[in-house]
Nanobody
């Protein structure tokens, strides 16, 4: 069974960089076809797709966030990482990592549905405050 677990700071100050790590167990992040994604949900709002890294290491991100987003991975640790620079209070959310089989969708959705992803982490809440 694939499991994902997010980790990182729960509090980030405005203008600072948010760094989160997703640790994957029960499956390799290099397994063909799968995309490993970061998704967030601000309080009371919809899920928002941030970006992904593929099994081969290629990255993609939401146009609205790509200028501030960097996704990388450490295959030796079976982890992938999100860095979001210049955070504002609008970035406060529960951040999830999740796996998707890209063959099941036509394109990545900025407003994803939970059912599009077969495995999710439990989420980690990030607060942006001085």
């Amino acid at each position: 069974q694939v499991q994902l677990q997010e980790s990182g700071p729960g509090l980030v100050k405005p203008s600072q960089t948010l760094s989160l790590t997703c640790t994957v167990s029960g499956g390799s992040i290099t397994t063909h076809y799968y995309y490993w994604s970061w998704i967030r949900q601000p309080p009371g709002k919809e899920l928002e797709w941030i970006g992904y890294i593929t099994s081969s290491g290629r990255t993609g991100s939401s146009p609205s966030l790509e200028s501030r987003t960097s996704i990388s991975r450490d295959t030796s640790k079976n982890q992938f990482t999100l860095q979001l620079v210049s955070v504002t209070p609008e970035d406060a959310a529960v951040y999830y990592c999740a796996r998707i089989d890209p063959t099941t969708i036509a394109t990545m959705a900025s407003r994803p549905k939970k059912t599009e992803y077969d495995y999710w982490g439990q989420g980690t809440r990030v607060t942006v405050s001085s």
